[in-house]
């Protein structure tokens, strides 16, 4: 049975890609872009992406492994699962395939991944669903892969960061501030190497690192 959550982006994949094209400055996806060049994938190359919404980050993945290589976008949603497999059709992309699942128990082998992504979505999940996710994300990475996060910077003007916080609060994220201004050092616990970095837009940051030997 679906929670109330996935209902909420059930609905809400319809108008997603309508309303992050009006509301962020992400002149030709550059934002996916830049993530997806940041998880060092080469060609023939496994890559997850967790959270994939409509697929956008995916589909940038797919176009980095190749024809060779493979991507799976993973999400609770059905709905946005729907959009992201049409995404792939009108780009005629066959190396890419959806998974329904909750990033806190990833249905995967160990060590299976060249590389995972997640693009603004990992502060929206709660405390113990977090902590689960990061430690699945580093099972299901190969040694010396790339774990490589984006998550939205501080929105600069008032009105926006209002918005921002009580879209968090009514999700149910109570402590996605506390995340949003640790992330560099609670992913550094799983990941060595960790670099943070803004994305060309100023409205994202980056953060990545990779899983150790063993
Ligand atoms: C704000 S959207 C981001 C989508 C995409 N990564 C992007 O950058 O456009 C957050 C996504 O996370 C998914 N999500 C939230 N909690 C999840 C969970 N516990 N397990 C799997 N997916 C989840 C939602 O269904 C939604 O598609």
Redesign the pocket.
Known sequence: MSSL??LY?DLF?EV?DAI?RLHSRDVGSSL?KFIAEKANLSRGDRAL??????G??AVELAEQVGEKGFVIG????RG?LEKAKEKALRVHLNQFSVVQ????ALPFKSSCFDGVT????FY??RGE?RNK?INEVARVLRSGARFCL?EHAKPEKAWVRLFFYIRIFFLGARDARKFLSEEGSILGERFKNITKVMSPTGQSKLIYGEKGEG
């Open positions: 959550r996935q982006y994949s997603y992050i996916r992406d967790l959270c994939t919404g409509t956008s980050v993973l999400d609770f949603s946005m699942a909750n990033a806190s997640c693009s603004h979505a929206e999940l669903e996710a984006m």
